[in-house]
């Protein structure tokens, strides 16, 4: 190395001309430079740059060979002329190569942006939100193919569509402000909720949240994203119109037990005047208005106890085509001949398990709604059917996999979303004042939910009332109908407690006129320091749910630890307490619902002592 650095001292002093000593030095730095070049390339971790500079060292090299070896060497005609063909393809071979490198490198990051575009372009495409590109001008210039899932459009239809075409008229005013305020600067955000159009013409409700990008090189526009929020909307108005439900029901419910005692004593009592020998007709007729106003006022407790879903049930295993055939000719009597009704049943429809009389009060309530709808005549529909969730979509209120459906439909005049968002309210009526009290279909509500069912409606100006309710269904065997005992008269001995003087009163009398030997007790400590004195004595108990100090089930509880196979009978004009849930589906708990008439009452007493084991 000292020696090749003193041969270019020894040749830079000969050279005759300051000139050819800075062509020789730049030439011995061309030298240094391709060979240092050669040498860093090594220690790059940079492609193109190792790439570059490879390139650039044998090409400062071979034409500083050749130019030092022209110029200081004194080469012949023909060594100059192979000198500088040498040059020349080195030359060529230089630009060709420094061309593929610059057209790899190019290559390489058009890869990259089309592989990053389709990266970008497959999360779009595939996002359950809509994204749109829209011009300030309200203009689609492009829409994600989610639209097709949300709104039904094909993507290809929309483009160079307004925006606010899609729109609901209520809320385009709305939509045109926000756009307005979005085009004021660059970068502004703005959100909102937005119904759009269908493509089957009903309304989704949209969450939009959009942004203007007019400084972003390509898009120079707004940019939306809308989310379908369609069903979460409906469960919130869902859960809004139950919690309204709910606080009227704990209103009913809460003066339903005061308001039954009062109706007891109020219909057992004409009961009795009824059978008074010493009345005239006019007193006759005064005193079945009293019993039939009673009558009404027990009735309206009951509906606002069935919307509340606090009223008592006996569900039983029962077969729902048997129920719409018993109530078939008293239906076609009430809808009346100017209403065409079709009755189409499936020929093995699934049990169900429900309250029948509840049953008939629904298909009843619902008949006549739908017979109200069409005042100039029309058709009513009503089917069963065996449904499952697949036959309903994933999305359906169905309470199990495998449901009974039934289906009432009619050709009325049909309800507006605002009416259809209000139908299951109580005293909510769109009839003339004193047509209806507004608690039939909330009733039909409080029936469905209790039962543990499933209602959903559908209707449309124009279109008909479309209701139909889904039971789970069960593959238990019939209940045996329930018979009514021949004898109401009895010898028995009955421990009767209840805390309302007027209602124990009443019972007393009732259950005494039909031979009974009847303990009266206001209180449960009463009436257990009078079993405990007599227990084999006392052939039922007939006791009040609710009362100070012990419940009547607490009472029982006691009782039966004296005796226990002693009969129980509880009343109850509303309650929520453990023993209901379990008589739910527990034949063998035994209620009577206030207000009753002498007959239930001692029906209810006379089933309960006939089914007795024969040792008790």
């Not at 003339?432 to 409606?457: C, F, H, N, R």
């Not at 009443?506 to 039909?514: G, K, P």
Request: charged share 20%; net charge negative; with cysteine.
């Amino acid at each position: 190395m000292i020696q090749a650095v003193g041969e270019v001292a020894s040749t830079w002093q000969l050279l005759p001309h300051p000139v050819s000593r800075l062509v020789y030095t730049l030439l011995f730095m061309v030298f240094v430079l391709g060979t240092a070049m050669l040498a860093v390339r090594r220690f790059s971790s940079n492609r193109l740059f190792s790439q570059v500079v490879t390139t650039l060292g044998i090409f400062l090299l071979v034409i500083g060979t050749i130019v030092y070896t022209v110029a200081f060497r004194g080469l012949q005609l023909v060594e100059m002329i192979l000198s500088w063909s040498v040059s020349a393809a080195a030359i060529y071979w230089f630009l060709g190569r420094m061309n593929r490198i610059a057209k790899a490198e190019t290559d390489l990051r058009l890869a990259a942006i089309k592989e990053s575009e389709t990266r970008f372009q497959a999360i779009i495409e595939n996002a359950a939100d809509v994204v749109s590109i829209v011009g300030f001008d309200g203009v689609l210039r492009y829409v994600s193919t989610a639209v097709t899932r949300v709104l039904g459009f094909e993507t290809q239809a929309l483009q160079g569509m307004s925006i606010f075409e899609l729109m609901h008229p209520d809320d385009a005013s709305v939509a045109s402000a926000l756009f307005k305020e979005l085009a004021e600067q660059a970068g502004n955000v703005r959100s909102g909720e937005i119904r759009f159009r269908h493509k089957d013409g009903s309304w989704r409700i949209l969450h939009l949240t959009a942004k203007n990008l007019e400084d972003v090189r390509g898009i120079e526009a707004i940019v939306v994203n809308t989310r379908d929020i369609t069903h979460q909307k409906t469960l919130e108005t869902e859960l809004q119109q139950a919690q309204r439900m709910e606080t009227v029901g704990q209103l009913a419910g809460g003066i339903a037990h005061d308001f039954n005692n009062l109706l007891t004593a109020i219909i057992g009592r004409t009961e009795f005047l009824a059978h008074g020998e010493n009345l005239d007709a006019t007193q006759r007729e005064d005193v079945e208005e009293i019993r039939l106003a009673g009558t009404r006022a027990a009735s309206l407790t009951r509906q606002l106890l069935a919307f509340s879903r606090k009223q008592v049930l006996t569900p039983r295993v029962v077969d729902l085509n048997a129920v719409i055939h018993g109530m078939e000719p008293m239906l076609r009597r009430l809808i009346g001949e100017d209403i065409v009704v079709q009755i189409v049943l499936e020929v093995e429809l699934g049990h169900i398990t429900a309250d029948r009389g509840q049953l008939e009060q629904v298909l009843l309530n619902l008949c006549v709604n739908a017979r109200d709808a069409m005042p100039d005549g029309g058709a009513l529909s009503i089917k069963t059917a065996n449904v499952s969730s697949s036959d309903l979509g994933v999305n359906a209120d169905a309470p199990s996999a495998e449901q009974v459906m039934l289906f009432v439909s009619d050709t009325g005049h049909g309800m507006d979303e605002e009416t259809r968002a209000h139908i299951f309210e109580p005293f909510f009526t769109t009839k003339p004042e004193g047509k209806g009290t507004g608690l039939g279909l909330s009733t039909v509500y409080g029936i469905v939910k209790q039962s543990g069912a499933a209602i959903t409606v559908d209707s449309g100006i124009g279109r008909g009332t479309s209701f139909r309710i889904l039971f789970p269904r069960t593959d238990d065997e019939l209940s045996a109908p329930q018979l009514v005992p021949r004898s109401r008269q009895g010898t028995e001995t009955l421990l009767l407690v209840e805390d309302d003087r007027a209602v124990r009163d009443l019972a007393d009398r009732i259950l005494s006129d039909r031979g009974y030997r009847v303990t009266p007790c206001s209180d449960g400590k009463e009436a257990l320091r009078a079993f405990a004195s007599a227990p084999e004595l006392i052939d039922i108990v007939v006791t009040d749910l609710i009362m100070p100090g012990m419940s009547g089930r607490e009472l029982v509880q006691a009782l039966r630890q004296i005796r226990p196979s002693v009969a129980a009978l509880y009343v109850s004009g509303y309650t929520e307490d453990e023993i209901i849930r379990r008589g739910l589906h527990d034949p063998s708990v035994a209620f009577l619902q206030k207000p009753f008439t002498a007959d239930e009452l001692t029906n209810k007493v006379r089933a309960l002592l006939d089914a007795r084991p024969s040792s008790a």
